[in-house]
């Protein structure tokens, strides 16, 4: 069976970088040995804020498809509705370049940043040194120096043959995604008697993930309902405390309701048609300066008001869902 739904994707995001740090030994640190109830942590290969970069990209790209997709029950996916899909993908190609970009520099200046980080370790090592160098009064000045030099230069070289080699280091960066549709199981040819046998299990599996979608459906519409809920008893809250509602507030309150429509596949009408309603009637129907007036504000926080009370009924979920999941083909 395929394209149980139409409505939107599921994705899952995959980042792979080399984390360029290791684990700090004692040796490291010129002692014997630590208590074990003491964690040293960890020493960075090149400098830190190179391998930053390579999270940032990260997060940005997980934060787009968080932000427009709801979790997927079945599997370590989000579902992106199919208003949003565009979006996070064209989100996603830029953060892919990105990525890339950041990974043919570091190529291309590896040796440097290695190099960059030789100075401090020659200053670690020389502490290490010095809290393990035994007090010999009988070494020369010139044989502790050329101790504490090839000290020094031991811990140095030690730290740099934990890199790798610069022909395999592109190997170790890649950030993909991987898009789904979701489908129930179908049940494969084969011989009649192992059909036969397999077919109660086959059954309880349809049957289990027709469960978790419908439990999903259900979840779509709540959190939306919640995130609608939230925000006008936020905006109600400021304007009963006598904080004129703004230009950034009101700006966020459009974004919303554009969001709350991309994101609504299952088709909460009640709902988004007074989110509709609002925006066409009040927000964009006033300027700004109108707004901000006293009689307005009363008028904008009973709209939320009202808004709010309507979004908390949960009394006709299971009929929005249920509506929703006759419209679903399971049986194709």
């Not at 934060?63 to 079945?74: A, D, E, K, R, Y």
């Not at 980080?117 to 502490?127: H, K, L, S, T």
């Not at 489908?183 to 469960?211: C, H, S, V, Y």
């Amino acid at each position: 069976m395929s394209n149980t739904f139409i409505d939107g994707k599921l994705m899952m995001i995959h980042a792979h970088y080399w984390g360029a740090r290791v684990m700090v030994e004692e040796k490291d640190l010129g002692i014997e040995k630590v208590a074990s109830a003491i964690k040293l942590g960890h020493k960075y290969l090149i400098p830190e804020e190179i391998i930053s970069k390579f999270r940032s990209v990260e997060n940005r790209a997980r934060n787009i498809v968080t932000q427009n997709s709801f979790p997927f029950p079945i599997g370590n996916a989000n579902f992106v509705p199919i208003n949003k899909f565009v979006e996070v993908l064209d989100t996603l190609k830029k953060c892919k370049a990105e990525y890339e970009e950041l990974t043919d520099d570091l190529v291309a200046n590896y040796e440097a940043y290695k190099a960059q980080m030789i100075p401090v370790y020659r200053e670690v090592a020389d502490a290490a040194y010095l809290r393990q160098s035994p007090a010999i009064e009988t070494f020369s000045i010139d044989e502790k120096e050329s101790d504490r030099e090839a000290f020094i230069n031991a811990f140095v070289g030690r730290i740099q043959t934990l890199c790798p080699k610069v022909e395999v280091l592109r190997g170790k960066f890649s950030l993909d995604w991987d898009v789904f549709e979701i489908a129930l199981p179908e049940m494969e040819k084969g011989e009649a008697d192992k059909i036969a046998l397999d077919q109660a299990e086959f059954e309880e599996t349809r049957n289990q993930m027709k469960l978790k979608v419908s439990g999903f459906v259900n979840e779509v519409v709540t959190t939306l309902r919640a995130e609608t809920v939230e925000l006008c008893n936020k905006i109600v809250t400021n304007i009963t405390e006598g904080k004129v509602v703004k230009g950034p507030t009101l700006n966020s309150l459009k974004n919303f309701i554009d969001r709350f429509r991309d994101m609504n596949f299952v088709g909460d009408e009640t709902v988004s048609q007074q989110l509709a309603a609002l925006k066409k009637d009040f927000l964009d129907a006033h300027t700004t300066d109108e707004i901000a007036g006293a009689d307005m504000q009363a008028e904008l926080k009973r709209r939320l008001g009202d808004l709010a009370q309507v979004a908390g009924n949960m009394t006709d979920v299971s009929s929005v869902t249920g509506e929703y999941r006759r419209r679903v083909s399971w049986d194709q």
